[in-house]
């Protein structure tokens, strides 16, 4: 089955910074990608999403790249802000709406 | 947009008992519901995936017979833990496929148990 491994499992980062969290995912069949940000106690909040045939893709300060090749995907948020301190979860699975698998969970802090 | 209300949010039970946890699309019909466990500062691992009006699938290492999952109708799915115990203390999450919504995924809103 698919195994995807998210890393860092904690990041700190300066209000204003950016901050990159990094996945893999094993399964080539894979083709669907999505982000999710969780608060304390709340569901998740898909905040982004990219589809295997497409390498990157941009909403406002956030970012999702692809490398299929690699089977390696990355979440990049610009220009931080206190209110995206949150769990940020990866995923992987085939198409939208099937079964996904989740990373282990990266803990984001950005510091007044 | 399409929600999925998810009962109870919170939960207290004793040792030994059972508890049932439902999940109602409200504006669509969930033909597919994925049910979900996280503990604390983890990942959500996915506990099996119910299909109206047929046997939920569930994932290696998850007792059926422990996990009840019922989907009898397209916007109803339930969740019993039964004989429940201290170590199934957990947030318990439901996610509908939902073709109407990006990603075609939606969480219910969580329900923490925690089994004394």
């Known amino acids: 089955g698919e195994n995807v491994e998210q890393h860092p499992s904690t990041l700190s980062v300066q209000e204003g910074d950016s901050a990159v969290i990094k996945c893999t995912y094993s399964?080539?069949?894979?083709?669907?990608f999505p982000w999710y940000k969780q608060e304390l106690g709340k569901r998740p909040q898909l905040i982004i999403d990219i589809r295997s045939n497409v390498g990157e893709k941009k909403d406002q300060r956030i970012a999702v790249t692809l490398n299929k090749t690699a089977k390696h995907f990355s979440l990049h948020i610009t220009e931080t802000q206190p209110e995206d301190s949150a769990v940020y979860f990866c995923?992987?699975?085939?198409?939208?709406?099937?079964?996904?698998?989740f990373g282990g969970g990266t803990r984001l802090m950005v510091k007044p | 947009g399409a929600v999925v209300s998810q009962h109870p949010s919170r939960v207290i039970c004793k040792s030994g008992t059972s508890v049932k946890i439902e999940c109602r699309s409200l504006?669509?019909?969930?033909?597919?519901m994925f049910w979900y466990r996280q503990f604390p500062k983890q990942s959500l691992m996915l506990m099996a995936t119910?299909?109206?009006?047929?046997?939920?699938?569930?994932e290696q290492g998850v007792e059926k017979d422990k996990f009840l999952i019922n989907h009898a109708s397209l916007t109803l799915s339930t969740l019993t833990v039964t004989s429940a115990h201290p170590e199934d203390s957990s947030f318990y999450i439901c996610?509908?496929?939902?073709?109407?919504?990006?990603?075609?995924?939606?969480f219910g809103s969580g329900t923490r148990l925690t089994v004394v």
């Open positions: 119910s299909n109206e009006g047929s046997k939920a699938t569930y």
């Open positions: 399964d080539s069949a894979s083709n669907y």
């Open positions: 504006d669509f019909q969930a033909t597919t």
């Open positions: 995923a992987a699975g085939y198409n939208a709406g099937n079964m996904l698998t």
């Open positions: 996610s509908a496929r939902d073709s109407g919504v990006q990603g075609g995924y939606t």
